[in-house]
């Protein structure tokens, strides 16, 4: 049964993105990657690398629009939605960004190498992380209707102490952190571990649904 659900959400995504395929497209399709939306219309999806506003200042992902992920994560992504929705209607995720080619996490470790903030960016000649082999994704919740996105205390891709997992506690006197956003990382921490995904303890956004080791060992490099 988990086959043949894998092989229809991937029968559906190529044929929903081979109207409109860009190089990048072909590339995940071709890796039997799934479009996001495609596995679940209510995900919403921004992906900071089409914007300048990202840890690199500039576009990165220039034919690439759609979020893919494997089959299984996007599944697993899907549990996590179907979990917000549960707790709070009003809510939905929003995806910042899934897989990643390693050409691209090349460009970004460019941005940080030699600095003190090369911590956050896995090194591409080490392999790279799990959103080189669509494992993982930067989310976030945002406001069902209107897409406005839930203050977290610090935007995605802050490379910075207080974007740590487990801070909000100790930094919370200081003022930084209102009670508001330390409950908002914590719902999305929750739904997400409901969907099977492990965070990153120096991004309050990025979760991995599998280990770097299972990664490397199971499945596909994006290049």
Not at 76 to 98: E, F, H, I, N, T
Request: one cysteine or more; charged letters at 20%; aromatic letters at 8%.
């Amino acid at each position: 049964m988990k086959k043949t659900i894998l092989s229809l959400l991937l029968f559906f995504s190529l044929t929903a993105a081979a109207q409109q395929a860009s190089g990048t497209d072909e590339r995940m399709l071709s890796l039997g990657l799934v479009d996001v939306q495609a596995v679940d219309p209510t995900i919403q999806v921004s992906l900071a690398l089409t914007r300048r506003d990202n840890p690199a200042g500039k576009i990165l992902y220039t034919d690439l629009q759609t979020a893919y992920l494997h089959p299984q994560a996007a599944l697993a992504l899907k549990k996590a939605q179907a979990a917000l929705k549960r707790l709070r209607p009003d809510l939905s995720l929003k995806v910042y960004d899934a897989a990643r080619p390693m050409s691209v996490q090349a460009q970004l470790y460019a941005v940080v190498a030699g600095t003190d903030k090369n911590i956050y960016v896995s090194n591409p000649k080490s392999g790279g992380d799990q959103h080189n082999y669509g494992l993982a994704v930067d989310v976030t919740l945002c406001n069902a209707e209107t897409g406005d996105t839930l203050a977290m205390g610090t935007p995605i891709g802050s490379f910075v102490e207080e974007s740590r997992v487990g801070m909000e506690s100790l930094k919370a006197e200081s003022g930084w952190l209102t009670q508001e956003m330390a409950d908002n990382r914590e719902l999305l921490r929750r739904v997400m571990a409901i969907g099977g995904f492990k965070a990153l303890r120096t991004e309050w956004w990025h979760f991995n649904f599998r280990t770097r080791s299972e990664a490397k060992a199971n499945f596909r490099v994006i290049k």
